[in-house]
C-alpha cells in the first residue's frame, strides 16, 4: 500500500514501458526459438520424380549426399551395421526384417555422393499402425472402409555415421519418412527415446516440433527412462 502510493505517475509509466519492452524481449526469444523449427505446411505430393515431390514439400536437399529407398535384403546388413552402432540394446534381425518387409517405402538411406560402393552412413526405418477409430465408427454402423481407422506413424530407428553428424542428415531423413507417412494418411507421428538422448531430443522437439507425452520409466534394458513424443500432422 504505502509503495504504490508512493509511485508518481511518471515513475509509473517509466516502470511500465520497462515492463512491457522486457515482456518484448521475451516474446521475441520465444519467437526466435519457435522459427528454428522446421515447420511443415500442409502436404502436397506434386511432381514425378522424387527430387520435385521433395522440393514441393519444402524438404531441403544435402550437398553430397543422396537420399534413396531400401529396395532389397542386400541393404539389411548396411541398416543393422548403422543401427547398432548406437543402441543401447540390440535388435533381432526378426525386428528389422518386420520393418523392412512391411514397409520398405518407410526405410530411406542417406549415401555419400562420390562413393563407389554406395554404402550409407545414414538411415530411418519406420512404420504405420492403423487402429480402429471408435468415435467414427459410433457415428457410423455401416462404414467399413478406411476411413473408421486411425493411423499413426513410428519412427523404429535413425542413425547417422558420427563423421557425419551435425550437417543436418538426421533432420532430413526424419523430414522425409515424417512427410510420406503423411501422405499414407497418418496423423501423427510417434516414436520413443531415452531421456539422457540430448542429441535426439533437440531433434525432435526443437527441430521437428514433437511434443512430450509421456514418460516410460524404465523402458530400457539397462533400465534407462525412455520419452514417448508425438507429432501432430492435422
Ligand atoms: C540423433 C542423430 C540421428 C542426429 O543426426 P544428425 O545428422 O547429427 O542430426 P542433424 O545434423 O540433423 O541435427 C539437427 C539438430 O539436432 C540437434 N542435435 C543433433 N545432435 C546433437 C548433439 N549431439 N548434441 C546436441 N544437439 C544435437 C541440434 O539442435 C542439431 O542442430 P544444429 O547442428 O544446427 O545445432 C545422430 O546423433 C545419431 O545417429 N545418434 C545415435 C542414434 C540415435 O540416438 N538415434 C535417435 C534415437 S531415436
Same mark, same amino acid.
Given at each position: 500500500?504505502?509503495?504504490?502510493?508512493?509511485?508518481?505517475?511518471a515513475?509509473?509509466?517509466?516502470?511500465?514501458?520497462?515492463?512491457?519492452?522486457?515482456?518484448?524481449?521475451?516474446?521475441?526469444?520465444?519467437?526466435?526459438q519457435?522459427?528454428?523449427?522446421?515447420?511443415?505446411?500442409?502436404?502436397?505430393y506434386?511432381?514425378?520424380?522424387?527430387?520435385?515431390?521433395?522440393?514441393?514439400?519444402?524438404i531441403p536437399?544435402?550437398?553430397?549426399?543422396?537420399?534413396v529407398?531400401?529396395?532389397?535384403?542386400?541393404?539389411?546388413?548396411?541398416?543393422?551395421?548403422?543401427?547398432?552402432?548406437?543402441?543401447?540394446?540390440?535388435?533381432?534381425?526378426?525386428?528389422?526384417r518386420?520393418?523392412?518387409?512391411?514397409w520398405?517405402?518407410?526405410?530411406i538411406?542417406a549415401?555419400?555422393?562420390?562413393?563407389?560402393?554406395?554404402?550409407?552412413?545414414?538411415?530411418?526405418?519406420?512404420?504405420?499402425?492403423a487402429?480402429?477409430?471408435?468415435?467414427a465408427?459410433?457415428?457410423?454402423?455401416?462404414?467399413?472402409? *478406411?476411413?473408421?481407422?486411425?493411423?499413426?506413424g513410428?519412427?523404429?530407428m #535413425?542413425?547417422?555415421?558420427?563423421? &557425419? !553428424?551435425?550437417s543436418?542428415?538426421?533432420?532430413?531423413?526424419?523430414?522425409?519418412?515424417?512427410?510420406?507417412?503423411?501422405?499414407?494418411g497418418?496423423?501423427?507421428?510417434?516414436?520413443?527415446t531415452?531421456?539422457?538422448?540430448?542429441?535426439a531430443?533437440?531433434?525432435?522437439?526443437?527441430?521437428? *516440433?514433437?511434443?512430450r507425452e509421456?514418460?516410460?520409466?524404465?523402458?530400457y #534394458?539397462?533400465?534407462?527412462?525412455? &520419452? !514417448?513424443?508425438?507429432?501432430?500432422?492435422k
Open positions: 500500500m504505502v509503495l504504490a502510493a508512493a509511485v508518481r505517475p515513475d509509473q509509466q517509466s516502470s511500465n514501458e520497462g515492463l512491457i519492452s522486457h515482456q518484448r524481449k521475451i516474446i521475441k526469444q520465444q519467437i526466435c519457435r522459427s528454428k523449427q522446421i515447420k511443415l505446411p500442409p502436404s502436397t506434386h511432381g514425378d520424380t522424387m527430387e520435385e515431390v521433395n522440393e514441393a514439400n519444402n536437399e544435402i550437398e553430397g549426399i543422396d537420399f529407398d531400401y529396395v532389397n535384403e542386400e541393404q539389411l546388413d548396411d541398416v543393422m551395421h548403422l543401427v547398432q552402432k548406437d543402441l543401447s540394446e540390440p535388435y533381432s534381425v526378426f525386428t528389422y518386420y520393418f523392412l518387409h512391411r520398405p517405402q518407410l526405410c538411406l549415401v555419400p555422393s562420390d562413393s563407389g560402393d554406395r554404402r550409407p552412413i545414414g538411415c530411418v526405418v519406420c512404420k504405420i499402425d487402429k480402429r477409430d471408435d468415435d465408427a459410433e457415428n457410423n454402423n455401416d462404414a467399413t472402409d *478406411g476411413s473408421m481407422k486411425v493411423y499413426t513410428y519412427i523404429g #535413425l542413425a547417422v555415421e558420427k563423421e &557425419y !553428424r551435425r543436418g542428415i538426421g533432420t532430413s531423413l526424419a523430414l522425409r519418412a515424417i512427410r510420406r507417412m503423411q501422405q499414407m497418418c496423423q501423427s507421428i510417434q516414436l520413443e531415452e531421456v539422457t538422448n540430448k542429441g531430443m533437440r531433434l525432435y522437439e526443437d527441430r521437428l *516440433g514433437f511434443i509421456e514418460l516410460l520409466v524404465k523402458y #534394458l539397462n533400465w534407462n527412462n525412455a &520419452y !514417448r513424443l508425438r507429432l501432430w500432422l
